[in-house]
Nanobody, 124 residues
Framework: EVQLVESGGGLVQAGGSLRLSCAASGFTFDDYALGWFRQAPGKEREGVSFISGSDGRLYYVDSVKGRFTISRDNAKNTVYLQMNSLKPEDTAVYYC?????????????????WGKGTLVTVSS
């Protein structure tokens, strides 16, 4: 059974930090590109950050560049999102996702696997 389980969300004040983790199982982790998406109340889901499976290419949406860092530990089958200098507009449910194709993953649909999400709330 494939599972992506996010953790690390919570309530934090503006300017604070959180580290999200997503533990994967049930598929060949090394062969998959990984990404973090978020969905704020009343808004569409957006891609936040992506990391390729092969050569470690990184991508970030402009609104988080310089503040968020994505990384992966293939030995632990885990992907991380370090979030610093958090802003109230970062408040959302954060989901991790996995797909063999980085391009497909970045498109945001027809993705192989999704986690159930973890809530991040940033207070002003």
């Amino acid at each position: 059974e494939v599972q992506l389980v996010e953790s690390g969300g919570g309530l934090v004040q503006a300017g604070g930090s959180l580290r999200l983790s997503c533990a994967a199982s049930g598929f060949t982790f090394d062969d998959y590109a990984l990404g973090w998406f978020r969905q704020a109340p009343g808004k569409e889901r957006e891609g936040v950050s992506f990391i390729s499976g092969s050569d470690g290419r990184l991508y970030y949406v402009d609104s988080v560049k310089g503040r968020f860092t994505i990384s992966r530990d293939n030995a632990k089958n885990t992907v991380y999102l370090q979030m610093n200098s958090l802003k109230p507009e970062d408040t959302a449910v954060y989901y991790c996702a996995a797909d063999p194709s980085l391009r497909q993953l970045m498109r945001g649909y027809d993705i192989d696997y999704w986690g159930k999400g973890t809530l991040v709330t940033v207070s002003s």
